[in-house]
């Protein structure tokens, strides 16, 4: 019997969406999760009594605990399909992306790699911020999630899948800081769409140049952050 969710996300969104799934199903035991120690940690009866949930997570789920989860794990990206891995809204600014979104989709050993669940996508319009794209995505990937959390909070049974497929080129900690790593030759144009992508330097990938055996890494100024509404805040994968 499904009683326990557990839900691994940030304190900012713990209070929020579990109160989503207790709404759904009062007889839900929601348990909040922020860590890969946290999770493994978790004992075998609850596992098997229990569904996971990641919502813009850069935690990667141990394959053991999806396997012993006896009512399957799903994960809200903050990223369309045609972006899997890390930093998408990242590598969405770099490619000058047109359209981008956030993908709902059940959990498998590979990262961003199992059934599409749910969708949504919005047009960009090039030049875009990182920062104002995240927000943008952050909200429709809390729409998803409060679109899908009935089924997910009362209904034992897998999702219905979509027939949508993942993009093949799946970002990750290697491949960003390999685009980061700037050549001494390298074209203006290429540079400032590098820098407009990772010039925030999320999760500690920033532009390097490497000359004469020294190591120079990109440090942007210090501007006064602007106020923002309460839901306004970078995402992970």
Known sequence: MLDTIL??????????????????NGALTVLPIA????????PEDVLARARLIGFATPVVVPAPVLEALG??????HPGPPEFPGLCPAQYAIYTGARRFGVTAHRMVAR??????????TFDVTPPVAVRDLEIMSYRALARVFWELAPALALFPEPLDELPLQWGANKSSRRSAEA????????AKDELERIVAAFGEAPFGIA???????H???????????????????PLAS
Request: proline share 8%; aromatic share 6%; hydrophobic share 45%.
């Open 179 to 186: 685009l980061c790593e700037i050549a001494p030759d390298i």
């Open 7 to 24: 839900l691994l996300t940030g304190a900012t969104e713990q209070p929020v969406l579990s109160a989503r799934l207790v709404a759904c």
């Open 71 to 76: 009512y399957g794990a799903y994960n809200f």
């Open 35 to 42: 860590s890969r120690e946290a999770l493994v940690a978790v």
């Open 215 to 233: 190591r120079f890494r990109l440090v942007r100024d210090a501007e006064p952050e602007a106020a923002s509404e309460p839901d306004q805040k």
């Open 207 to 213: 532009p390097t140049l490497t000359l004469h055996g």
């Open 111 to 120: 990262v961003d790699a199992g059934p599409i669940v749910g969708v949504t």
